[in-house]
C-alpha cells in the first residue's frame, strides 16, 4: 500500500508516490510531443503496448502509468520504444528523444516537425475503457459491446 500523498501545491500529472521505506511504488512517465503531434496517438499506442503500461492523452504530450501500482516504468525503455517507432516510420534522424526524470521530450533536430494533415484527417474510434483504436465504426461498436457482457 502506497503511504505517500500528493502535497497541496501539486500542479502536474507526472508524481511518484513512495512506500514509507522510501521505495517508488508508483510511477507516471510524461512524453511531450509537440514536434510529432500528428503522430502522438498512434506513438502513445506504440509505447504503451510495448511498456505495459496505460496511455492517457493530453493536448500535446500523453503520460504512460503501470497497470500494478508496485511496477515502476523506465524512461530508458520508453526511449528506446519512441526511438525503434520513429526508426520503423523513417523519422529517427530528424528527431532526438530524451529523458529528464519522470519526463521523456522529443525534439526536432532540423526543425521538422510532424504535424496533423487536416485535408485527410482520418475517422478515428477510440475506446474510451481501454483506448483501443479502429477507424471502422463497426468494429469500434462490437469492440465497445464487450465491456457491457
Known amino acids: 500500500m502506497c503511504l505517500g500523498s500528493i502535497p497541496n501545491n501539486f500542479s502536474g500529472y507526472a508524481y511518484i508516490l513512495k512506500y514509507a521505506s522510501g521505495k517508488t511504488c508508483c510511477q507516471?512517465?510524461?512524453i511531450d510531443c509537440r514536434d510529432v503531434e500528428g503522430i502522438m496517438h498512434e506513438l502513445a499506442v506504440h509505447v504503451a503496448e510495448h511498456m505495459g503500461a496505460v496511455p492517457a492523452i493530453k493536448i500535446r504530450e500523453f503520460v504512460v502509468s503501470p497497470f500494478d501500482d508496485d511496477d515502476t516504468l523506465d524512461s530508458a525503455l520508453a526511449t528506446d520504444v519512441i526511438r525503434k517507432y520513429l526508426e520503423s516510420i523513417g523519422e529517427?534522424?530528424?528527431f532526438?528523444?530524451?529523458?529528464?526524470?519522470d519526463r521523456v521530450n522529443i525534439h526536432s533536430i532540423n526543425g521538422k516537425t510532424i504535424t496533423q494533415n487536416t485535408s485527410s484527417k482520418l475517422d478515428m474510434f477510440s475506446c474510451p475503457h481501454c483506448g483501443f483504436v479502429t477507424s471502422y465504426e463497426?468494429?469500434?461498436n462490437a469492440h465497445k459491446r464487450i465491456h457491457y457482457l
Open 92 to 94: 529517427s534522424r530528424n
Open 96 to 101: 532526438a528523444i530524451l529523458a529528464d526524470g
Open 28 to 30: 507516471m512517465l510524461t
Open 138 to 140: 463497426v468494429e469500434y
